[in-house]
């Protein structure tokens, strides 16, 4: 499966907050997210935090109110910067560097389906990601 996966001609708009509502946020995402193979990951970070991801591209991500709550947190080689609410600490969005486009990765801006209104998460396509196999191996 490519990552993220190949847009199509049909897309869905999501909105989304954090549990107190500082941090809203909208996106369109394609394929529309009933299709949308969402990332259930098994490391240390997803699993704790509860991740379940979606890739929208950057220019279909925007953030309504809140930016200036958002705190980032880093571990590992410090490379992904996890952000989450400073008010309620939940987890909403992962920033990759910009090295990744480099590495061929579109501009894409990882959510978490988790805070998205009206989602049934037990209706969605999930895909499981052995990610405790990606070395460096993180232990706290």
Do not use: W
Request: aromatic share 10%; glycine share 8%; with cysteine.
């Amino acid at each position: 499966m490519p990552f993220p996966p190949t847009p199509t001609g049909e897309s869905s708009s999501h909105t989304g907050t954090c549990h107190c509502g500082a941090v809203q946020f909208h996106f369109t995402i394609s394929p529309p997210l009933p299709e949308y193979p969402v990332n259930n990951c098994n490391c240390s970070i997803c699993s704790k935090n509860g991740y379940l991801l979606v890739y929208p591209l950057t220019k279909d991500f925007v953030i309504d109110q809140g930016e200036e709550k958002l705190r980032d947190y880093q571990f590992g080689e410090r490379k992904v910067t996890h952000q989450f609410c400073g008010e309620c600490g939940s987890s909403c969005f992962l920033r990759l560097p910009a090295a990744a486009q480099g590495m061929g990765f579109p501009p894409i801006s990882p959510v978490n389906v988790r805070l998205l209104r009206d989602v049934d998460i037990d209706g969605l396509k999930l895909n499981k990601v052995d990610g405790r196999a990606f070395p460096p191996e993180y232990k706290a």
